[in-house]
């Protein structure tokens, strides 16, 4: 499915250049905000750094190993920045599984970067859904829904967590195993009918990732087959089904919650970036973004109004966090693709890109807020727009 660039890298256009331009203006009505000449006023200070906005997620956090898998997080714990969205990066061995669990203060949603993986999950309505994902694709589960994460088939599988909440700690879940060792094993016996017994010799502590059989397909059956299959999917096809754009150095794929409705609280978009390549100048009005590598090298620059300029490179397993409104741009600098996954806290995608919003104008109004001539002016038109 192929569509105009301008279905979600908008053409409506603000940029960094406007904002550099306006910081002197600003500079001369308020106090502590330098002025054309660089001098802080009234005795002001200039304003703050940015902050580091890179992690590496696989590298620098300690995460959780075990037998059947492991998981690494980058939540505001350790990535300060990133207040909106968390991260997780999932690993399970075959026959292991993420216990039955929920989160009561984020929704989840995962793309699945090597292997299979097979979900269950419950919602308020009391209906179920059971599903298999492949690489490139993507689940989104709602806030406080009861679900569960298994390795499918005889291949380890590799998948990313994103989460709706930067507070949000992967360790600090509902589990139904730290629930029911730690409940008076007679009140699980008059609730589920199973002898106390039997609860009281289990451990008193979570499982967290267990070890179970193999699972295969075909998809098996519940317990009880009675309880109705829900009819909201909580599975898209993002590399099949994502919308497309290509470009002259990448190409992307967006999902939506106007292609996946229960995905409502964010949106996410695949990325190539070719060699020698640049995401160009922009910035997202209405969501802070979130980046994962899943290959190549490159490098972020953040513009952060007043003069503030910070690029830090970044390469495989890292993240990157970008704040609402801030202008900023992506180069490759490697010999490889660069390939993000990319969320943004929204459920729809806005962008504002400096090469639409200086082509809004005319070509004088152009000229002259650079020096430069109409000729020149003129020339912006003829310029790649996405990657290039």
């Not at 960094?16 to 106090?31: K, W």
């Not at 399970?92 to 970067?113: K, M």
Request: charged residues 20%; glycine residues 10%; contains cysteine.
């Amino acid at each position: 499915m192929q569509t105009s660039r301008r279905n979600f890298l908008t053409a409506a256009s603000l940029s960094t250049i406007g904002l550099v331009t306006a910081a002197s203006t600003v500079g001369s009505l308020i106090p502590g905000i330098a002025s054309a000449t660089g001098s802080p006023l009234d005795g002001g200070s200039a304003p703050e750094e940015l902050e580091d906005f890179i992690y590496d997620i696989e590298n620098g956090a300690k995460g959780w190993v075990g037998e059947g898998g492991s998981a690494k997080e980058a939540t505001v714990e350790e990535f300060p920045l990133s207040q909106s969205i968390a991260g997780v990066s999932m690993h399970l061995q075959p026959g292991a599984f993420r216990e039955l669990h929920w989160h009561s203060i984020a929704a989840e949603w995962a793309y699945v970067l090597e292997g299979q993986v097979r979900t269950t999950i419950i919602s308020p309505d009391g209906t179920t859904s059971t599903d298999d994902f492949e690489v490139g694709d993507v689940w989104y589960f709602p806030k406080g829904h009861g679900h569960m994460l298994q390795c499918l088939g005889d291949k380890p599988c590799h998948f990313l967590i994103g989460f709706d909440s930067g507070h949000f700690s992967e360790f600090g879940t509902f589990s139904i195993t730290d629930w029911v060792s730690h409940t008076s094993p007679e009140i699980l016996a008059r609730n589920t009918g199973l002898p106390a017994a039997f609860f009281a010799q289990l451990p008193k502590k979570e499982l967290y990732i267990g070890m179970g059989k193999v699972a295969t397909e075909p998809r098996p059956k519940n317990i009880n087959p009675a309880i109705p299959f829900g009819t909201s999917s909580h599975k898209f096809r993002m590399e099949r089904d994502g919308i497309y754009n290509e470009f002259k150095g990448g190409s992307t794929k967006l999902v939506s919650s106007l292609e996946f409705p229960i995905q409502n609280t964010l949106t996410a978009l695949r990325m190539n970036i070719e060699p020698g390549a640049i995401r160009e100048l922009h910035w997202h009005p209405n969501a802070d973004e979130w980046q994962y590598v899943m290959s190549g090298s490159g490098k972020v620059s953040i513009f952060g109004s007043h003069g503030r300029v910070k690029t830090m490179p970044y390469s495989k397993g890292m993240v990157a966090f970008i704040k609402q409104g801030y202008g900023h741009y992506i180069e490759n600098t490697g010999t490889e693709t660069l390939k993000l996954i990319v969320l943004f806290n929204s459920p729809v995608y806005q962008e504002l890109s400096l090469n639409d919003w200086l082509n809004a104008n005319s070509p004088q109004l152009v000229a002259d807020h650079f020096g430069m001539s109409l000729e020149q002016a003129s020339s912006l038109a003829r310029h790649n727009t996405g990657v290039f």
